[in-house]
Nanobody, 118 residues
Framework: QVQLVESGGGSVQPGGSLRLSCAAS????????VGWYRQAPGAERESVAT????????MYSDSVKGRFTISRDDVKNTVTLQMNNVKPEDTAVYFC???????????WGQGTQVTVSL
């Protein structure tokens, strides 16, 4: 059974840090590109960061570049998102996603809420 389970969401003040984790099971994780998306209320889901398979260079949206860091562990089948210097506009539900060229729709986690406020 394919599963992507996110954890680490919560509330944080502006300028603070948060670390999201996603544990994957049930598929060949190392063959997949993995990443984080987010969706704020009333907005479309957007890509935040991607960690390509086989050691490719991570990619970030302009809105988080320099503040967020994505990393993956192909032994533990996990992907993390270190969020530093968070801003109120980072408030959203964050989703873990994994896809490959032979599985383009891929797999989604259930999401974890991140709220940035005073």
């Amino acid at each position: 059974q394919v599963q992507l389970v996110e954890s680490g969401g919560g509330s944080v003040q502006p300028g603070g840090s948060l670390r999201l984790s996603c544990a994957a099971s049930g598929f060949a994780f190392s063959n997949y590109h993995v990443g984080w998306y987010r969706q704020a209320p009333g907005a479309e889901r957007e890509s935040v960061a991607t960690a390509p398979n086989f050691g490719g260079s991570p990619m970030y949206s302009d809105s988080v570049k320099g503040r967020f860091t994505i990393s993956r562990d192909d032994v533990k089948n996990t992907v993390t998102l270190q969020m530093n210097n968070v801003k109120p506009e980072d408030t959203a539900v964050y989703f873990c996603h994994a896809y490959s060229w032979t599985d383009v729709s891929g797999h989604w986690g259930q999401g974890t809420q991140v709220t940035v406020s005073l």
